[in-house]
């Protein structure tokens, strides 16, 4: 069973940085696609980025130009960075992975999620 585990979130003012990162307990090479998804409070949970084996990659068009998403496959770990913070990137992040095709399915991987907090 491959765990994601993510990290990075926390409290940031509107305008700042901050750096997610997922790490997968199993080979990494088994996975096609990692990405990030987000759930706000109230909300359903929305695809945030996403990046295919080979380096392809995909945005929400609320984070485009904002938000990185990248894959260190030897360290099996996705990263997502996040600039220009706005108080309605507030949500619960999470990490999701698939053998299969991007976007994930429920019945993929998933992290535990990870808060990230923007105030105004």
């Known amino acids: 069973q491959v765990q994601l585990v993510e990290s990075g979130g926390g409290l940031v003012q509107a305008g700042g940085s901050l750096r997610l990162s997922c790490a997968a307990s199993r080979n990494i090479f088994s996975i096609n696609a990692m990405g990030w998804y987000r759930q706000a409070p109230g909300k359903q949970r929305e695809l945030v980025a996403g990046i295919i084996s080979g380096g392809r990659t995909n945005y929400a068009d609320s984070v485009k130009g904002r938000f990185t998403v990248s894959r260190d496959t030897a360290k099996r770990t996705v990263y997502l960075q996040m600039n220009s913070l706005k108080p309605e990137d507030t949500a619960v992040y999470y990490c999701?992975?698939?053998?299969?095709?991007?976007?994930?399915?429920?019945?993929?991987?998933w992290g535990q999620g990870t808060q990230v907090t923007v105030s105004s």
């Open positions: 999701a992975a698939t053998r299969g095709n991007w976007p994930p399915t429920p019945g993929d991987y």
